[in-house]
């Protein structure tokens, strides 16, 4: 068999089920994943009987180090699965998305993208700031010292609060590198089809919420009912926002892409849909979400994020998306 003739062979080998890797492995491997992402929080004290943390931040750290740990585990299980033919630090890193070029691409649109989502947010934060504005200048204040003053301290308690750390750094980059770095590639090289494996991966991804239900019910002394509708509301939002961020992934082969978006909703929270006495907010909303689908597929063109698009092989399948 001649080189061309080999090469195209072991392409779509890749690409039509990777090499041997079928799908029950693949949602095995996935599902295995999930399971240790979360089991491994409740390890120290379930199973290595470690002594309970003192304080809030002893225990976040601890769980900052088992998020690690369960990450760093799934990237090298993860390895070991995959029909990777070249192996050397590079190349591995773009299997999995982690990449530097087309940076400054990877963070701009997609976080341009995301923020329509959020006009609604935008409007009604704009609207409170006005009206504390006016109140304040009436009462004789210097608005724009005291606006400055607050962004000092806000700046100052995020770096310093645990709490952000986790939301705005642990936790997205981790999630980030097990839900959708591996477990994307897994279901592409599995033979799964595209929009199944976008809509498939977010399943495992607020399976790794479910955790929350016992929290809310046996820490916070919630109601089982009121507990359900609480994690109820999470997981819809964690299956479409995990819908949203693997299709990033698989449009753009970057890592980044979901990461800043993970990041940015994060810190946003649910988007602001109404806000009584103003249909300002609603208004700015509507049009923020025509304006999303508007530029859904142009904003994540593969043609922005990659000088070539006929090599991501199984891994993105950003190539059969252009």
């Not at 919420?209 to 964690?238: D, F, P, R, W």
Request: aromatic letters at 14%.
């Amino acid at each position: 068999m001649n080189p061309i003739e080999d090469s195209n062979r072991t392409l779509m080998e890749q690409q039509d089920g990777g090499a041997g890797l079928t799908k029950s492995a693949a949602v095995g491997a996935c599902t295995a994943m999930a399971v240790f992402y979360v089991a491994i929080l409740y390890s120290p004290t379930l199973i290595l009987r470690l002594p309970p943390p003192n304080s809030f931040k002893s225990f976040m750290i601890r769980r900052f180090v088992c998020a690690g740990v369960s990450s760093l585990v799934s990237l090298i299980v993860c390895s070991l699965i995959l029909p990777i033919r070249r192996w050397d630090a590079s190349n591995l890193l773009w299997v999995y998305g982690i990449r530097v070029d087309h940076i400054w691409q990877s963070l701009v649109f997609p976080l341009s993208l995301t923020s329509f989502m959020y006009s609604g947010s935008f409007a009604w934060k704009l609207l409170s700031m006005l009206q504390a504005s006016n109140e304040h200048l009436n009462s004789g204040g210097n608005e724009l010292v005291s606006s400055f003053r607050k962004l000092i301290d806000w700046v100052l308690s995020l770096t310093s609060s645990v709490s952000s750390w986790r939301n705005y750094f642990v936790a997205p980059l981790t999630e980030e590198l097990v839900f959708r770095a591996c477990m994307i590639p897994l279901l592409l090289c599995g033979g799964f089809s595209t929009y199944t494996v976008i809509f498939l991966c977010p399943i495992f991804f607020s399976l790794a919420h479910l955790n929350h239900l016992l929290e809310y019910y046996y820490q916070h002394n919630c109601s089982l009912i009121k507990a359900c509708m609480v994690v109820g509301v999470q997981l819809g939002y964690t299956v479409i926002f995990g819908a949203y961020a693997s299709f990033l992934l698989v449009r753009t082969g970057h890592l980044t892409a979901p990461l800043i978006a993970h990041i940015f909703c994060n810190f946003m929270g649910l988007p602001v849909i109404v806000s009584r006495g103003s249909g300002l907010v609603t208004v700015a909303f509507v049009m923020g979400m025509l304006g999303f689908f508007w530029m859904l597929f142009p904003f994540t063109s593969p043609h922005l994020y990659n000088s070539r698009t006929d090599n991501c092989k199984c891994w993105h399948r950003y190539c059969h998306w252009t």
